[in-house]
C-alpha cells in the first residue's frame, strides 16, 4: 500500500524475477520536486530541483549565501567526529540552513520524530550529499536550468510500473506461479508456540483456531508484535508511526503544472501530506487516462496520534486546494485508508534492541526479516524485502551469508 514502485538498487535476480512475472512494464523517468515556500515566505507553493540541498542556487539569497557559507566550511575544514545521531550528521554536512529549512521540518512530518532523536546509519543511499565540485557546477547553471532540472540523483530515478493492475500485480502474478497450497489467504496467526515448534491460526475470520508445525518459522510481521507475543525477552524499545493514505480522482484536465511530476515532497507543516503522487501517470488504465487523472497523499502521524481517518482525508483535501494542485469542483471520488504500521523508525536505540530480539528469536529456528520484520527502514523497499527472503532461504540452505540484511548478531552460517 502506499506510493511503491518498481525498481531495484542492484538487485539482478529482482530484476529477472519481476520482468519474467509481469508481461507489461511502463518505464518512467523521474520528475519530481520539493515544496519549499516556507523558506521563501510564501502561503502557495513553491518548487525547487529534488533533491532540495542540490537547489541551494535557487534558495532566497540570504538562505543561498548562508548555505554557501557554510557548505564551504564543510568542505575546507573535514571533521572526523562521528556523528551519534542523524541532526549532527546534517549539520555535519550541510550546515543549520539546510538542516532548519529542509531537514528538520520534512524529518519531522515523515518519521513523526525529531531528527535529533533519530541514528544516522539509514542513510547510505537514501539522502544525498553534496560534493563540492556537485555544488560548483549547480551554481555555473543559469536559473531556467536549475529550474527545470532533476539531478538524476538516487535508485528510483528511472523506474518500472506495470500497465495493468497497479503495483499489486507484481506480487499477484509472482504469486500465481507458485502451488496453489503454499498460500493460506485470509488467514490470521494468533499465537506462537516455539516449544511445539508450531502456530495456531483462523481462516476467513472463522472462530476455529488450526494448527501448523513449523520446521523453520520466518516472520514478516512487526517484530515488536512477534516479541510481544512470544515474551521471549522484554518488550522492544522501537518505534513506528502510522501513515494514512488518502486518494483523489479527478476529471481531465489535469492541473498544468502537474503535467509532468510523477511525486512532490512537502515539508511545509500548514498541509498533512509529506508527499503527494500523480498514479495516473504510472499506467494508462488507473484510471481511465481519456477521462480522470488522480493524486494520492501520504499523511504521517504519531502511533498514538487519535486524529481520524477522516480529519486526515479533509485536511489533505484543503492541502491540495492550498497548493493549487486540485479544485474541489473536479473531484469525482476519495478513498482513504490507515496504515497502522507506516515506517519502522531508525531510532538511536534501534539496532541495539532489534539485535536483542535476533538474539533471542535465531537459536529457536525463528528469523524475523521484511519491512517491519527486520525493522530496518534503510532496507525495507520491495526489492530489499524480495532480497531479505532469497539471502536468507540461501543461508538456510546452501549455508551462503546474507549480505543485505544486518541482524547484529555475529555471522552465522546455517
Request: with cysteine; glycine share 4%; hydrophobic share 35%.
Amino acid at each position: 500500500m502506499g506510493v511503491h514502485i518498481t525498481f531495484s538498487q542492484n538487485f539482478p535476480y529482482y530484476d529477472k524475477a519481476i520482468r519474467e512475472t509481469v508481461q507489461e512494464l511502463n518505464s518512467l523517468q523521474r520528475n519530481c520536486s520539493v515544496d519549499m515556500n516556507c523558506m521563501f515566505g510564501e502561503n502557495g507553493i513553491h518548487l525547487v530541483p529534488y533533491p532540495a540541498q542540490f537547489a541551494v542556487p535557487l534558495f532566497p539569497e540570504k538562505d543561498k549565501q548562508n548555505c554557501l557559507a557554510e557548505l564551504k566550511e564543510r568542505y575546507e575544514n573535514k571533521s572526523d567526529v562521528r556523528p551519534v545521531t542523524f541532526e549532527d550528521w546534517v549539520l555535519k554536512n550541510f550546515g543549520p540552513t539546510i538542516h532548519d529549512s529542509f531537514f528538520k521540518p520534512y524529518m519531522r512530518k515523515i518519521w513523526t520524530i525529531e531528527t535529533s532523536k533519530m541514528t544516522p546509519v539509514w542513510v547510505g543511499s537514501r539522502v544525498a550529499k553534496l560534493p563540492q565540485e556537485k555544488l560548483e557546477s549547480l551554481c555555473a547553471m543559469n536559473k531556467e536550468d536549475l529550474v527545470k532540472a532533476d539531478f538524476g540523483w538516487g535508485p528510483n530515478a528511472y523506474f518500472t510500473y506495470p500497465k495493468y493492475g497497479g503495483i499489486g500485480a507484481v506480487w499477484r502474478q509472482m504469486a500465481e506461479k507458485l502451488p496453489e497450497n503454499w498460500f493460506k489467504y485470509n488467514s490470521k496467526v494468533v499465537s506462537v508456540n516455539y516449544h511445539s515448534k508450531s502456530i495456531n491460526f483462523i481462516e476467513n475470520n472463522n472462530a476455529i483456531i488450526k494448527t501448523m508445525d513449523y520446521d523453520i518459522l520466518i516472520n514478516t510481521a512487526p517484530i515488536d508484535k512477534l516479541i510481544n507475543e512470544t515474551k521471549l525477552c522484554l518488550p522492544l524499545n522501537i518505534v513506528h508511526n502510522k501513515v494514512f493514505i488518502v486518494g483523489v480522482g479527478l476529471e481531465l484536465p489535469m492541473t498544468e503544472f502537474c503535467e509532468t511530476i510523477t511525486w512532490l515532497y512537502f515539508p511545509d507543516p500548514a498541509v498533512p501530506f509529506y508527499r503527494i503522487s500523480f498514479h495516473s501517470r504510472y499506467d494508462e488504465v488507473t484510471p481511465d487516462n481519456t477521462k480522470y487523472w488522480s493524486v494520492m497523499c501520504e499523511c504521517a502521524r504519531e502511533a498514538d496520534d487519535p486524529i481520524t481517518e477522516e480529519e486526515i482525508r479533509d485536511q489533505a483535501v484543503e492541502g491540495l486546494i492550498l497548493k493549487s494542485i486540485i479544485t474541489r469542483e473536479k473531484i469525482v471520488s476519495l478513498y482513504s485508508k490507515t496504515l497502522n504500521y507506516g515506517y519502522p523508525i531508525p531510532t538511536i536505540e534501534r539496532d541495539n534492541e532489534i539485535a536483542r530480539a535476533h538474539a533471542v528469536l535465531e537459536p529457536l529456528n525463528i528469523y524475523s526479516r521484511g519491512r517491519f520484520g527486520g525493522w530496518k527502514y534503510e532496507a525495507s523497499n520491495q526489492d530489499h524485502c524480495f532480497i531479505q527472503g532469497k539471502e536468507l532461504a540461501d543461508r538456510l540452505f546452501l549455508d551462503i551469508p546474507e549480505k543485505l540484511y544486518k541482524t547484529g548478531l555475529p555471522e552465522k552460517r546455517g
